[in-house]
């Protein structure tokens, strides 16, 4: 093998070495925060969530559109996961009028929809967990 070619594998394989390490911590790191900001399950009540959900930080009522929602902050998790995903927001969940789950969101910071939502709501009360 001549010189050149071997000078290019000694860098070339373990930089794609290290891109596949990298990915695989990524990919881990999504998987492991996204585990500890779910709720428990697809239909949770909100007395659910509050038992065995995520932990949470805030609860806000709105009025949207004549009905009452809940909206509920979470915490970003502690631990390495986070430091590698950096979340722009901590997750929010929104309970419909009948306190059950109706969506989320991972991001909040990411979500134009959450912030064009809570502008068209008018907020009723607010409180700190």
């Known amino acids: 093998m001549n010189r050149p070619v071997k000078h290019l594998l ?8 290290l891109c596949v390490a990298g990915a695989g911590v990524f990919i881990w790191a999504m998987d492991d925060y996204g585990r500890k900001i779910a709720p ?5 009540s909100l007395e659910t969530f509050y038992a065995e959900g995520p932990l949470a930080f805030r609860t806000e009522k ?3 559109e004549g009905q009452v929602f809940t909206v509920v902050t979470g915490k970003i998790p502690d631990g390495l996961s ?3 995903i950096l979340p722009s927001g901590p997750p929010v969940y ?10 989320w969101i991972s991001d909040s910071g990411e979500s134009p929809w959450l912030r064009q939502w ?12």
Do not use: Q
């Open 94 to 103: 929104l309970f419909d009028a009948e306190e059950k789950l109706s969506t």
């Open 10 to 17: 000694v860098w070339l394989v373990p930089a794609i070495a």
């Open 118 to 129: 809570i502008r068209d709501s008018k907020l009723l009360a607010t409180t700190d967990l």
């Open 62 to 64: 709105y009025l949207h």
């Open 40 to 44: 428990p399950e697809k239909e949770v």
């Open 82 to 84: 986070s430091w590698i």
